[in-house]
């Protein structure tokens, strides 16, 4: 390249770089280094710009063309070319100055592996007996070792660059997954082995090979040669080396042969390098000695020479001293100190695996149990829980146990410790310090804290389990112990305790140990089996009900604290003697009629409110689990409880109505039909009444109802105009009395709630197959049926209400009343900017202005709607009741999304979830080609056109919104919602269909997938749907439709040329618009693999498909289809097929030479795979599972 033309190119370059640069301009200069890229001299211009002569950045750019032609056109340059390329990188590699940039070593690091991956020993194809020609070592880079070698020798900074070269290796081979590397992976692991391993212990364990022996540099291979460089480095000071060099083994410990470090004692290289004060290169000794005590060992003696020793006393003690002395101060974390302690500690656990093999005479296992303990204590959360899988897996065999049993008693004491509620405490508490450090938003916090709680609570009720004889005493003691202190008093005593303070955390902790404990004897009674079980039984159950006892004794006045100690009695019924029973339900429906307090605000009657309610949810639980306990007293409950009634609300007493039904319909009594029918059908009557059934008529009545017209009336006299700002409109007594009314009125307007509670209470959890359900089912089905058409219809009035169209005609002020009650105000943890305070403060200051009605109103009706939905889903829990009402699938979509304007995101998310997803799920099989071919092409159709919508609007605000906090919440919210609504939406197609390595289908999946693959009609809005959603920019749901799609696939295809035709068309442009985009990284796999069924079972059908495949890929020319074809038929299974075609994506799409960009991906996929290596299970719950007490009564059970 002349002088000239390097000129306008450093010119380019510096436009492109420079801030003050134009957009035109910049455009200008990078379309001219793109027509640089192009050219046929490129390769020799990269060579020649990448020379020292150069600049740095003019360097960079020639080796981005080096890095082009590799990428782009390997596979079309003649044996010479690919020579010269790869002779120009040994070149420049040498060439390398002392003061040139880390990235530019990086660079050349990246293009010598590129080569590398390519063509290293494509000489080993020949026969193992036949020594390849000097052509074939020649064009298969049989030098590179010696190569590498010369760059270890020449200086300091080309060693380096050494380093980088086989980490780099190493990691694409072993690691990652690379395309390239994939379809070389046995010449590729052969030649690893052979420069790494020395040839004394390659002879010992391999036969010889003349070919591979001709690949080698040293006899003593690289393992050997970096231990003693390390070993040198830690002598002379030298931490830059040690970082490399660790980063280097990091690659490299996990796959040789075990007896290799043995032989080379890595492993006290390694402890010296842990002590060296230099924080990286702890952490990367760390990190080192995590994949060395996690690894598979060839022989015994090996894991014995490595781990066995770690686990002797001075091993243990080591470990001690260096975790003892880290100090981390919750008011000034150092990062990488922290971050030392969090893989010091994995480190730590992860020797765990090794416990049952270490050989017990030389293991002091005591201290080594002493050490992971003092981690589960650390007040850094974090830290505590990578401990906590490792306790509960040892708690749950004889074998394990036996291991740990000295340690026990600790550990039940540090997990009693540990059981709190952490989200409750103020930001200053200790753990909420590292919290805040260790998560990003509310939310990932929220997620961890739960999984937190639940591990801890399992060690508390495996270990009780164990340890029966001593657990209900321990922890009598501790809750004499706390009440008896002043924190406990205080917690006892107070009516209103401080949420954020001790005495309420603390007694919260001392009741869900109660719990944890209770469930842990439970357990026991179902997992012992020795001979003296029956003796040991009374005097547990003895101890049992003198704890109950005790606990009926503490006279708690904190609501919030009796509501959770009110849910942990039930937990005692399974152990107690009916005596004792009664006592807590006498207890129970004594706080379900605890005092509302005087001149209370809204806040605190709803404290009250939901202890009233939640001890009436008690109740029936205890309904559930002991009927047949209770029936020799239901007449005495049905005479308290109607005497109860008139102190109760009447959403409350519906509740205890439910309990009695309960009872009656699972007792072995006599009179169940008698006893059903006085519940049940004056709330099934209701439905009938005039008054409701002229509310359901017609909207206008329909707000009426609602109290709509006396709201408006009110608004007159006060003279409110439309538009109002109602929050700066305070109430008057007026205002509060009408308030009053209304609140009254409005949980009775409407039977939804009575009627779900008292259908799903009675048939929770009873097998379709026994005698109690058949009754229940023949008893409800000729009441529900008449009353399905009234429940759709208050369905379809709710929606209605939620349209602007249906207000027109309306008086101004009652249009507007309408639109302030339908909007919806809720706090998001994680998304919502707005403080939970803040936003709490000012819902209660609208408690006190006219805006109160508006939220009110729009509270109940979507309140209304929710249990609408919930109504809905119980009612098809009932066999085939539902399913064969006449056109039911007509009427229920239409209740649904008839008036679908004005549903919001919140209320799809719920009417997916709650209703739709149940109607699938429970659908007979026998009546899925009626129900579901009605069905399925509307709700595919409108979902389909709901997220394209939608997700086009996102697109254009996350562009153009104004980011003020207000529009920039609301938008992130929106968003929000749009991402849970899109997985209800996955979720729910699952239910149809099932999806890729999931559980046995059902028979109502089986037949719906029948009728998908033999209705076009239904399979056609599916997969238009399915193929929409792969490409939204949410990477969570492209994967998982991936996966519906590869669970379908191939019994769709070749069945049907317009269907093969619109897959060719319209899947393939998907699945390659994901492939093309990094940010669908994690569903590439899914993607290659459903794009390679999808190619080789349409290409059989002419070239339609290869044509189509080419018109989708930016740059693809004949010849990259024809090697990507050539490619397909030499590959030996489904992954190389795979692989091909990634390979064929990597060639053809547009290259970016951000190589920040490039390292931070490629980081980003190293850690994501050691995560998933170090998880011993998802330490995060879904956070779009739904868990509300609406849709589950009784919770989840235990497992």
């Known amino acids: 390249m002349d002088n ?111 080569v590398a991956k390519r063509c290293w020993g494509s000489y080993l194809s020949s026969q193992d007996d036949e020594l390849a020609n000097s052509r074939d070592f ?87 040669i970096w231990q003693e460089l390390l070993n040198e480095s830690i002598r002379n000071g030298d931490e830059r080396t040690i970082i490399k060099v660790l980063e280097t083994f990091k690659t490299c410990l996990n796959w040789p042969y075990s007896s290799l470090l043995t032989k080379s004692q890595i492993f006290k290289s390694l402890l010296d390098t842990v002590l060296v004060s230099n924080i990286r290169v702890k952490i990367l000794s760390v990190d080192c000695l995590y994949i060395l005590f996690t690894r598979s060992f060839n022989e015994d003696e090996d894991l014995e020479h490595i781990v066995g020793s770690i686990f002797k006393t001075e091993g243990i003690q080591l470990l001690a001293n260096i975790y003892n002395s880290i100090q981390n101060d919750p008011d000034d974390i150092d990062d990488e100190i922290y971050a030392f302690t969090k893989k010091l500690t994995e480190m730590i656990v992860g020797l765990s695996e090794h416990l049952t093999k270490v050989k017990d005479i030389e293991s002091d296992i005591p201290a080594y149990l002493r050490l992971v303990l003092s981690t589960t204590s650390s ?42 509620n952490y989200g409750d405490f103020n930001e200053d508490h200790i753990s909420q310090k590292f919290l805040q450090l260790d998560f990003d938003s509310q939310s990932e916090t929220f997620s961890f804290l739960s999984q937190y709680k639940r591990l801890v609570d399992d060690i508390i009720r495996l270990i009780v389990c164990i340890k029966f004889d001593i657990g209900i005493e321990w922890l009598s003691n501790r809750l004499g112990y706390f009440f008896s202190s002043e924190i406990g008093s205080q917690a006892i005593s107070s009516p209103k305790l401080d949420y954020h303070g001790e005495a309420f955390i603390l007694g919260m902790s001392q009741i869900e140990i109660v719990e ?312 998001q943890m994680g998304v919502s900017i707005q403080s939970r305070d803040s936003f709490l403060e000012e819902s209660e200051k609208a408690m006190n202005t006219l805006r109160d009605f508006a939220d009110s109103v729009g509270h109940i009706v979507r309140y209304t709607r929710e249990y609408v939905f919930l109504t809905i889903s119980s009612i098809c829990q009932l066999e085939d009741t539902f399913y064969t009402i006449p056109n039911i699938a007509n009427t229920f979509w239409r209740a649904a999304t008839g008036e679908k304007v004005g549903i919001t995101l919140h209320s799809w998310k719920h009417m997916i979830n709650i209703s739709l997803r149940a109607v699938i799920k429970n659908c007979p099989p026998s009546n899925v080609n009626d129900f579901m071919g009605q069905l399925l092409p509307q709700m595919f159709n409108t979902l389909d056109e709901l997220l394209i919508n939608k997700w086009e609007k996102v697109y254009i605000s996350g562009l153009t919104f104004d980011e003020n906090d207000d529009q920039l919440s609301e938008e992130m919210m929106e968003e929000h919602l749009l991402r849970q609504v899109t997985h209800v939406t996955i979720r729910l197609l699952v239910d149809c269909v099932g999806q890729y390595g999931y559980k046995s289908l059902t028979d109502t999946q089986k037949a719906i997938r029948k009728l998908l693959f033999s209705n076009k009609d239904v399979l056609a809005p599916f997969l238009n749907l399915t193929s929409h959603i792969i490409m939204l920019k949410d990477s969570r749901s492209s994967f998982n439709v991936l996966l519906i799609l590869r669970a379908v696939l191939n019994d769709i295809l070749l069945k049907d040329d317009e269907v093969d035709k619109f897959l060719c068309e319209n899947l393939t442009k998907s699945l390659v618009y994901v492939l093309m985009d990094d940010f669908y990284r994690e569903a590439h796999t899914d993607a290659g693999y459903l794009l390679t069924a999808l190619y080789i079972n349409l290409r059989v059908r002419g070239n339609y498909m290869s044509t189509v495949l080419k018109s989708y890929l930016p740059n693809a020319t004949d010849d990259h289809i024809s090697r990507y074809e050539t490619a397909l038929a030499e590959s030996k299974n489904l992954k190389e097929q795979r692989n091909a075609v990634l390979d064929l994506i990597q060639q053809v799409k547009d290259e970016d030479h951000d190589d920040e960009k490039f390292k931070k991906n490629r980081n980003a996929q190293l850690e994501s795979i050691a995560k998933k290596k170090k998880a011993e299970s998802d330490m995060m719950n879904d956070p779009f599972t739904e868990n509300s007490a609406l849709g589950n009564l009784f919770g989840g059970e235990e497992q």
């Open 138 to 224: 020649a064009e298969g880079w049989s030098s590179m070792d010696q190569d590498i070698y010369k760059l270890f020798q020449n200086g300091p900074h080309t060693r380096e660059l050494s380093l980088i070269i086989y980490r780099t290796l190493f990691e694409d081979v072993y690691v990652l997954e690379d395309s390239i590397t994939s379809r070389r992976n046995g010449v590729l692991n052969s030649l690893c082995t052979q420069v790494l391993l020395p040839n004394a212990l390659l002879n010992e364990i391999y036969e010889k090979n003349a070919n591979l022996e001709q690949s080698k540099a040293t006899t003593e291979g690289w393992f050997l």
């Open 516 to 827: 944890a404990s209770v469930r842990g004897i439970v357990r026991w009674k179902i997992y012992y089996r020795n001979a003296d079980y029956d003796a040991r039984l009374e005097v547990l159950l003895h101890q049992v009900e003198e704890l109950a006892e005790k606990l009926l004794n503490v006279e708690i006045k904190d609501p919030v604290l009796l509501k959770r100690l009110g849910q942990t009695f039930v937990q005692f019924t399974p152990l107690l003697k009916d005596h004792m029973i009664f006592k807590i339900i006498e207890r129970l429906l004594t706080l379900s009629t605890f005092p509302y307090p005087e001149n209370a605000n809204d806040d605190e009657t709803n404290v009250v409110k939901d202890l009233r309610t939640s001890c009436a949810t008690e109740l029936n639980r205890i309904a559930f689990l002991i009927p047949d306990r209770l029936k020799n007293i239901l007449d005495d409950l049905e005479r308290v409880i109607e005497s109860l009634i008139p102190k109760l609300l009447p959403t409350e007493a519906v509740t205890f109505k439910a309990f009695l039904l309960v009872v009656s319909q699972r007792a072995s009594i006599q009179n169940k039909d008698e006893k059903f029918v006085k519940i049940v059908e004056p709330e099934i009557a209701a439905w009938t009444n005039p008054d409701t059934m002229k509310g359901l008529s017609d909207l206008q009545w329909f707000m009426e109802r609602l109290g709509i017209v006396k709201i408006a009336d009110y608004f007159k006299t006060r003279n409110i105009s439309p538009g109002a700002s109602l929050i700066n409109t305070p109430m008057d007594e007026e205002g509060l009395k009408l308030k009053a009314e209304l609140k009254n009125r409005w949980p009775v307007i409407f039977p939804a709630r009575s009627t779900r509670l008292l259908l799903q209470y009675s048939i929770e959890k009873l097998p379709h197959d026994t005698p109690e359900y058949k009754n229940l089912l023949k008893l409800w089905a000729p009441r529900v049926t008449p009353i399905v058409p009234h429940i759709l219809q208050l369905l379809y009035q709710i929606q209605a209400y939620h349209n602007p169209e249906n207000w027109k005609g309306l008086p101004d002020v009652v249009q507007s009343f309408v639109k302030d009650s339908t909007v919806e105000r809720f706090w």
């Open 379 to 420: 007040p850094s959360l974090t830290i505590s829980g990578i401990s906590l899988n490792f306790w509960g897996h040892m708690l749950r065999e004889d074998d394990t146990i036996q291991i740990i049993d000295s340690i026990i008693p600790d550990l039940l004491e540090v997990a009693a410790s540990k059981l709190l």
């Open 4 to 114: 000239n033309a390097v000129l306008k190119l450093v010119n380019a370059l510096e436009l492109i770089h420079s801030p003050r640069t134009s957009n035109s301009e910049r455009q200008e200069a990078q379309s001219f280094l793109e027509q640089v890229k192009k050219q046929e001299e490129s390769p020799l211009w990269g060579y020649e710009l990448a020379l020292p002569t150069q600049s740095a950045i003019v360097r960079h750019f020639g080796l981005a063309l080096l890095q082009n032609s590799i990428n782009r056109e390997w596979d079309n340059y003649d044996q010479e070319k690919k020579l010269a390329i790869r002779n120009w990188i040994v070149d420049l590699s040498l060439k390398l100055l002392p003061e040139d940039p880390h990235y530019l070593r990086e660079k050349l690091a990246f293009l010598w592996v590129a």
